[in-house]
């Protein structure tokens, strides 16, 4: 894993998420700050990478209704 290739999944899935959800940019990083979003896109990498944006999305939606 390389942190080039986890910083470009990183800012894909939040730009998807962001589009999916309508939210801004400080919306966003609130979200972030409360449940620590890239930090767990950095966490889930390896099954991540794997997986297309739809099921990614429904693993983040998943994980931030759970925190």
Known sequence: ???NDVLFLQIHIASLYCRKHKLSTKQFL??????????FIE????PFHLTGDKGILEEMDKYVASV
């Open 30 to 39: 609130e979200l972030d700050k409360r449940c620590n979003f890239l930090g």
């Open 1 to 3: 894993m390389d942190i």
């Open 43 to 46: 966490k889930a990498y390896e």
